[in-house]
């Protein structure tokens, strides 16, 4: 069973700078590609960015690319979202997810997700 935990959210000044966390458990972390995805109030969840399963290859929405930088530590089981520059219209639930390949792939949404972690952009 997969399972992953959010953590690092919390309430910023727009301009200022958040690092997410997402704790993997199980041994497989280091096969698959990681996701961080977000969902506003009234909005539909959707894609922030993305790592392969070597942390070689990265993939961003446009409205982050530049700001935020996805890594992850496979020795440690975890990934994180480094967010800079934060706009009031980053305000969202944050979500980490698990591919199950382990390059991303917007055709295969993945099946593991984690509870989120609110973010919040105060202007």
């Known amino acids: 069973q997969v399972q992953l935990v959010e953590s690092g959210g919390g309430l910023v000044q727009a301009g200022g700078s958040l690092r997410l966390s997402c704790a993997a458990s199980?041994?497989?972390?280091?096969?698959?590609?990681m996701g961080w995805f977000r969902q506003a109030p009234g909005k539909e969840r959707e894609f922030v960015a993305a790592?392969?399963?070597?942390?070689?290859?990265?993939n961003y929405a446009d409205s982050v690319k530049g700001r935020f930088i996805i890594s992850r530590d496979n020795a440690k089981n975890t990934v994180y979202l480094q967010m800079n520059s934060l706009k009031t219209e980053d305000t969202a639930v944050y979500y980490c997810?698990?591919?199950?390949?382990?390059?991303?792939?917007?055709?295969?949404?993945?099946?593991?997700w984690g509870q989120g972690t609110q973010v919040t952009v105060s202007s």
């Open positions: 997810a698990r591919y199950v390949t382990p390059y991303y792939s917007r055709y295969s949404p993945p099946p593991y």
């Open positions: 199980g041994r497989t972390f280091s096969t698959y590609a």
């Open positions: 790592i392969s399963s070597s942390g070689g290859t990265t």
